[in-house]
């Protein structure tokens, strides 16, 4: 497995892998949001690979003025889940943010179906507001304080 910054010709897949994370995870309304994202408003964005093949990714966002870091659209492909690309995707991103001194804060927005994946690993809900990626997907936004070395 392999972590590595997005670039453009990776597009095409990672349109691929959010439609093959609708309905679950993500609303069918977010995919066009995605594609905005990726052509316009990416911070930071990673990929990861598994012998050759795009296998998942998420982002990283960096409000100066808010002094808060933000873990943005995380998936995995269906097959690779429960493989541990999920967490080390996440151990990767949070290493950088820690790193920032700006931040005193890291959050994440996420759904009712993901949320007990980041309390593991230190977030909790701040807020939950239903319906509010879609009718059925709720709204958790998480944070946590991170540890500055």
């Known amino acids: 497995?392999?972590?590595?910054?997005?670039?453009?010709?990776?597009k095409n897949a990672l349109l691929q892998l959010i439609e093959w994370n609708v309905p679950l995870y993500f609303a069918a309304e977010e995919v066009a949001e995605y594609k905005r994202y990726l052509e316009e408003e990416l911070d930071q964005y990673?990929?990861?690979?598994?012998?050759?093949?795009l296998v998942g990714a998420g982002?990283?966002?960096?409000?100066?003025?808010?002094?808060e870091g933000r873990i943005s659209w995380d998936m995995v492909a269906p097959a690779f889940q429960g493989k541990g690309i999920g967490r080390a995707l996440l151990l990767y991103r949070l290493g950088i943010l820690q790193k920032i001194p700006a931040i005193d804060r890291i959050r994440v927005r996420t759904s009712q179906v993901v949320y007990p994946f980041y309390e593991k690993y230190g977030f909790v809900t701040k807020q939950i507001q239903k319906d509010f990626w879609a009718v059925g997907l709720d709204l958790y936004d998480m944070e946590f304080e991170p540890q500055k070395k």
């Open 46 to 53: 990673f990929v990861v690979e598994d012998e050759g093949q």
């Open 1 to 10: 497995m392999k972590i590595r910054p997005y670039i453009e010709s990776d």
């Open 59 to 67: 982002g990283i966002n960096v409000l100066v003025k808010e002094k």
